[in-house]
């Protein structure tokens, strides 16, 4: 019998129910939901609109339903259509008419973004965490394969040296970053809506400020109507969730790069890689190719949380049901992406002499070269020019810039002297870029002392929150 059977004298039929259902989905909301309604019922017994034996009842009631779900003795019934129904019905057949008065001065309405909030706050920090275990591995890499070079690219083109922990740090920043949004995203869920009722508020003396700091909320939503509706906190979320994907798809298409056999930077564990039915020879990087591609399905559900809010007048509708399934689903997806792609970079092996074997070749040193001639008085300009040629030069006889005499590099300006051949050294020229923040040796150690400073901060802060 639906909780509103009162007004009805036919109920909907069985694929209706299913249809209108969103137990499914929001059954994983159990611990929120009883938490929630056992906070609600202590107010109530507190501003004396029910009575403590009441109250006493249901939190009692409430507490044996959350151990037999969490025994998985809990049979959910979907003629029960959410989480909210099934805890309530169970509760009235456990402790009787007290549990019929726990739904006082209450809709389903604020119930649910009440549980939501409590959820989502709780699953943006799980997200946090796998956030700072990935950048744990990003940083040990960084450190452990300290002072390898490999060459830096600009439209996928050779382009100048950088220090492979550079390379490993600038998707720490990024993910630094991402870290930031999940907490904002964190912040914006955390008030709370318990007491706006259905759309208006009650008649009833509830002290919503108890509840909320009973929950452990930051804030209470000061306008009834906005606190049942408002789902921004959700795009929030999924926002800085697709935000995350993306540059994990950026970092996955680069391990997909490196793990060619034209590039052999890297060599991926057995464990996170996978062969082929047919062809025996395969080691294929399945799991950096799935990460990439679950990057769609995690901006999907940004596009889809968006349009299901457009257009939505005040205050509750039925509409807000859909918003659970996606932004869930965003968060598992990336949460699972973190964790697989932390065990496949601490797993893999980096070949050091294979980027290093690039890095010597395809002319990265010629930025370098004209700055030798720069540095002499040479205007930046003629250089880049004379340069230019020199490279033509070696393109023609299929050689390097090291390859090349002092005769013919004199031939172009007798501004270059016998010392050109150590201006051509990969090593120094990497080690030379020593501004904040770029490739240089000294630089990289600063800037890894920083992340590994920030993410010692942020690590702290989570556990203590
Ligand atoms: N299952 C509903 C949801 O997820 C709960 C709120 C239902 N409220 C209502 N008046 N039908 O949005």
């Not at 060619?260 to 025996?280: H, K, N, Q, R």
């Not at 918003?323 to 992406?337: F, H, Y």
């Amino acid at each position: 019998m639906a909780l509103w059977s009162g007004r009805f004298s036919e109920g909907v039929d069985e694929f209706t129910q299913r249809f209108g259902a969103s137990l499914p989905v929001d059954k994983r909301m159990y611990a929120q939901d009883i938490a929630g309604s056992r906070a609600h019922a202590a107010m109530l017994a507190a501003q004396s609109i029910i009575s403590e034996e009441d109250a006493k009842a249901i939190d009692e009631g409430l507490a044996s339903i959350l151990a037999s779900i969490e025994a998985g003795e809990f049979t959910f019934d979907i003629n029960d259509e959410d989480i909210h129904m099934a805890i309530e019905s169970e509760l009235t057949r456990r402790i009787g008419s007290a549990g019929a008065r726990l739904h006082t001065g209450r809709s389903r309405n604020d119930q649910v973004a009440t549980d939501t909030r409590l959820y989502m706050k709780q699953r943006a920090q799980d997200l946090m965490r796998a956030n700072l275990a990935l950048r744990e591995v990003l940083l040990d890499q960084a450190e452990a394969n300290f002072g390898v070079i490999l060459p830096g690219y600009t439209h996928m083109q050779h382009a100048q040296p950088v220090l492979f922990s550079h390379h490993l740090l600038a998707y720490n920043w990024m993910l630094a970053r991402d870290y930031v949004r999940l907490q904002a995203a964190c912040d914006a869920a955390d008030a709370c809506p318990l007491g706006a009722a259905a759309l208006a508020g009650t008649t009833y003396p509830l002290d919503r400020f108890a509840t909320a700091s009973q929950l452990g909320f930051d804030r209470v939503i000061p306008n009834s109507l906005d606190a049942v509706s408002d789902r921004d906190f959700l795009l929030d979320l999924v926002y800085a969730c697709s935000v995350s994907s993306i540059h994990l798809s950026r970092l996955c298409e680069e391990i997909v790069l490196w793990s060619t056999v034209e590039f052999s930077f890297i060599t991926l564990s057995d464990s996170f890689s996978t062969g082929s039915s047919i062809m025996p020879q395969k080691k294929n990087p399945d799991f950096a190719e799935l990460i990439r591609g679950k990057t769609g399905r995690v901006v999907g559900d940004l596009m889809a949380l968006l349009m299901t809010l457009k257009s939505l007048p005040l205050a509750y509708n039925k509409d807000l049901q859909e918003d659970k399934e996606g932004a869930m689903d965003a968060v598992d997806t990336l949460e699972a992406c973190y964790q697989c792609a932390a065990g496949m970079i601490s797993t893999w092996t980096v070949n050091r002499d294979s980027m290093a074997a690039q890095a010597t070749g395809g002319f990265l040193a010629a930025t370098d070269v004209a700055d030798y001639l720069a540095k002499k008085g040479m205007p930046f300009r003629q250089a880049h020019e004379i340069v230019g040629s020199l490279v033509k030069l070696c393109v023609e006889r299929g050689c390097d810039l090291p390859d090349l005499t002092l005769a013919d590099f004199q031939e172009k300006t007798p501004l270059f002297e016998a010392d050109i051949q150590q201006a051509l050294n990969i090593e120094a020229i990497t080690a030379a870029r020593t501004t904040y923040g770029g490739t240089g040796h000294e630089a990289v150690k600063v800037q890894l002392e920083e992340a590994r400073t920030q993410w010692g901060s942020q690590h702290d802060l989570l556990k203590h929150s």
